[in-house]
Structure formats: structure tokens, C-alpha cells
């Protein structure tokens, strides 16, 4: 990276005792665009040598505050004094797409939504999905064949069909599966658009005709979901009311189906992802998951199965160490306010950087080693801060379907460990694109071996 004068984002308040935000503009339009999608360890690294935890840059025609490291992650995410808004900031990266989904909701709105949304969510929902989420995970896998296998596009298929049989409860044929899944991926990849604007045949004019689609989709089934109910999270959603019986208006419906979907679609792919990355690079940790799987006797998990699993666990927790599916999570200050004593004018765009902040050795020892067993019991005193690890984000906007998600993860990979082995070469050594969020540039090519007995 270049090194370039640095410079401030704006004066602090006289008197105010706060410092100003150094930083950087960059190149021209894009800024930092384009060195975040290619290495966004080296870059952040490289700035918080350069300039510290806070700084700004530029990004796609904005001025943009990068916070790294805990205690900035926590002042930011915990959000005290309600100074940073998620809505705006999520609208400049998806919001065209993925309107007034929970994630781009904010204050009392957002709770107001959460509080309906969570009855989604219970322990005995979860339960019901989890079930529907076995059999949809033997189904898909029946069908891998042996030998070299893409791992990525694979387990992209196996969690949509999973994601729209689970959330949706609707029987659909291949081509309507195809029409969907293809209308999330144009949606998920428009947010990174350089050109953020529809021209016709470009990413921006994809996403938004891809979000028609989804919306036309969602909305034709409100009515039968209204009426007889179901066991999937669309009746759920359709039926779900507060303690003072508000309920989801259809739009509401179709803004948080629409974006359940691409969260549970998306992020859990590349959780499992790179879960099949460092197994299929670390074969004792493997074999390790495996030996507890087969332990449990059976293939469909309950709640209560996955507690059983605690390699699996920690692999898991390392994985989203290592590669947290969400690379950056963005705010908008809504009003003046600081950072670890650095003035923070209002309507300024703020990143977290979590993709760095779980790799600083000044909190994780050897942070580029694939060690899941520093989140077992006998270590979990390594992690001193409660904001050195947060896949799932943090405050009142932590992920509403962590637990979902959890189960999710765990029910498919337990069935992938009792059904197959698979490997890399000993030299393997995966490459990330970064375009949108974090997934393999080869699809991770693994030789697949199905197991018997």
C-alpha cells in the first residue's frame, strides 16, 4: 500500500479534549475499495501500524472510519449512548436489495420487529427446524458422488434447498429452486457494485430486478401461510405476534423472509466452508469430529445431540475465527460522537473490522494457526475480551438466528463427518475472493470418499 500523507476527517470540537481521525483518501472514486476486496488483512494492518485503532479512508466516493480491536469493536457495536445506526449503513452496501430487513432496522423499530421476530426463534422452533434440516441434509448429500469434488458450490446448493425447504415449507421444483437461488446470488453481489447505479447488464441493474423477483416470490405465498400455518419460518413469520398482539404487516413479511434467507443461505455456507477447509487440512482434527459424531449413534441431531459435540464446536468457533462470513460490519454515527477519544463527526460511515480484530496477536496467541482448542474450556481464558471474537456481530443487533444458525451448521457437518472423509493436497493453501463476502476462489477442490459402515 502506498504511504500517503495522512490527514484528518475533521477538526475536534475546541475544548473537546478528542483528537482528530487520521487517515487517508486513497485512489480516486474508489479509495479503499479495491485493496479490501484484495487483502483486507494487509490493509488494515498496514493502517493500524500507520495511524492506530481509528482512522478513515477513502471508499467508493465516502469517507470511511475503520475501527480495529476490541475495545473499539465493543464502543461501537454495545452503542451505549445510541450514536451509530445500522440502517444507513447497511442501506449503502445492500439496502436497495435487501429492504428494511431486521439488520437494517434501528432504535425502537428494530425492537419492536426483533420482539415479533423472535418468536421465530424459541427453543421449541429451532427444535422443529432442526429436524426438518436432517432430512434436507441427507437428501442433498445422497447425491455426491466420489472423487474430486468442488466443496464450495456444492454446500451453496445443499443450504439453499435447505434454507428454502426449512424457511419456507414449500415444495419447488428444480427450476423455481434455480430461479430463487439465482435472484440471491445478483442481490448479495450488487452491494459491492462500483458502479452503484442501473445500467442495464451491471451488477446494481441485476440486484434490483433481482429483488423483484424475490419479492414477487415471497408475496404470492402470504396468504396460504396466514391460513394454515406451518412448521417453517415463513408460517412463522406469517403467524408470529407480540405479547400485545402486534403482527408482521405481508410487506414486513417479504422484507424479513427475503433477507433470512440470504443470511442463512450465505453466511452459512462459508461457516461450513472453511469448517471443510481446515478438516480437510488438519485430518486429526477430523477424525477427532468424527470419533464424537459416530458417538452420538444416530445421523439426525437434536438440541440436545449437539451439546455432545464439542469438537465440533470448537472447529466451528475457529472457523468463523479464521474467515467470519461477514467481513466488515458497517454504522452510521447519527450524531457527534468519539471512539477511543477520536471525534467522530455525525453521518460519518464506521467499520468494524472483524476480519482483522480476530487475528491480532495482541489477543490471539499464534493468530494465524488453525487451533480450535483455544476455545475449550481448559483455555477460554486466552480470550480476555468479549469483543476479540464476534461473528456474529454484537449489542442489539447481534444476529437474531445465531442459534438457528448454530444448529445449522452442526446438523449438516455431522452428517458430512459420518458420510464422508475428504482431503487436500499437502500443499493446499486456499485463496479468498473478497468481492462481496469471503469464499474461495477455486470452489476449495477436495477428493471426496464416501464412508461405509
Known sequence: MKSRAPAVLAPAPPGSGLLPVPGDRGLPYVGYALHTIRDPVRLNRGRYQRYGPVSWGGFLRRRMVTVQGPDAAQAVLGNRDKAFANGPAWGFFIGPFFERGIMLLDFEEHLHHRRIMQQAFTRDRIAGYLARMNDSAAHGMSAWRPGPFPMLPHLKQLTLDMALDVFTGLDL??????RVGDAFTA??????????????????????????????????????????????????????????????????????????????????????????????????????????????????????????????DHVMREALRLCPPVPM???????????????????????????????????????????????????RHEITHQYAWFPFGGGVHKCIGLYFADAQIKAVMHQLLLSHAWSVPADYTWTLDMTTLPIPKDGLPVTLTRLTG
Open 329 to 379: 460490519l458497517p454504522r452510521v454515527a447519527v450524531r457527534d460522537t468519539a471512539v477511543l477519544g477520536h471525534h467522530i463527526p455525525a453521518g460519518t460511515l464506521v467499520s468494524v473490522a472483524n476480519f482483522t480484530n480476530h487475528r491480532m496477536p495482541e489477543h490471539w496467541p499464534d493468530p494465524e494457526t488453525f487451533d480450535p482448542d483455544r476455545f475449550s474450556d481448559a483455555r
Open 173 to 178: 421444483g428444480p427450476s423455481e429452486v434455480r
Open 187 to 312: 442481490a448479495v453481489r450488487a452491494g459491492l457494485s462500483v458502479v452503484r447505479f442501473p445500467v442495464p447488464g451491471l451488477r446494481w441493474s441485476r440486484g434490483l430486478k433481482a429483488r423483484n423477483v424475490l419479492v414477487d416470490f415471497f408475496r404470492q405465498h402470504i396468504p396460504a401461510k396466514r391460513r394454515d400455518g406451518g412448521d417453517d419460518l415463513f408460517a412463522a413469520l406469517c403467524c408470529a405476534q407480540s405479547e400485545e398482539g402486534e403482527r408482521f404487516t405481508d410487506a414486513d413479511v417479504v422484507n424479513h423472509m427475503i433477507f433470512a434467507l440470504m443470511a442463512a443461505h450465505d453466511t452459512t455456507t462459508i461457516a461450513m466452508t472453511s469448517m471443510a477447509y481446515h478438516l480437510a487440512r488438519h485430518p486429526q482434527w477430523q477424525d477427532r469430529c468424527r470419533a464424537e459424531s459416530r458417538a452420538l449413534g444416530t445421523d439426525r441431531v437434536t438440541p440436545t445431540d449437539l451439546a455432545a459435540l464439542p469438537s465440533l
